[in-house]
């Protein structure tokens, strides 16, 4: 018969050993420091481009309203309005929202049909430092139109370093 191996008290049976537990938390650190923090302007370019499924991108019909000076990025108010009558042979069926900083680049996305009556989405995001964001319309017809807007973040959020 071995001899069982001393375990304080305090651990219960079928816990992790401080081995594993400090092997996790080593492997966690890994992850966090491998992963970017940041989108690349490759990614919003590519983000972009999947939402307009090869339509080319007009600049026009799509009003990004936000505010250009943000105190805090972790709650900032965003309103999108496409300029369209919402008519069946003339609508929009998507609005989307990109980014160039955070660590995702698309912030939202909304399906629209004709039975909306206008084309104005609102939501509120979180930016992580001062960047352009970037809202696409996607018509019926298959064209895409944008507006890009820069904004300035003071007290940033989103941030997943020290």
Not at 136 to 161: K, P
């Amino acid at each position: 018969m071995t001899p069982r191996p001393f375990r304080p008290q305090y651990f219960a049976p079928g816990a992790p050993t401080r081995r594993q537990a400090l092997a996790a938390g080593v492997g966690l650190g890994a992850t966090l420091l491998v992963r970017p923090t940041a989108a690349t302007q490759v990614e919003l370019t590519q983000a972009m481009n999947a939402f307009a499924a090869g339509a080319k991108v007009q600049v026009g019909r799509v009003l990004l309203d936000v505010a250009r000076l943000v105190d805090n990025g972790n709650s900032v108010p965003a309103t999108v309005s496409v300029e369209s009558p919402m008519s069946l042979g003339d609508h929009v069926t998507a609005i989307a929202i990109f980014n160039e900083r955070n660590p995702q680049t698309e912030v939202a996305s909304f399906e629209l049909s004709p039975r909306c009556g206008v084309a104005k989405v609102s939501t509120r995001i979180r930016l992580v430092t001062t960047q352009q964001l970037v809202a696409m319309a996607r018509m019926n017809d298959g064209s895409c139109w944008s507006h890009t807007i820069e904004v300035f973040v003071t007290l940033a959020a989103c941030i997943e370093t020290d």
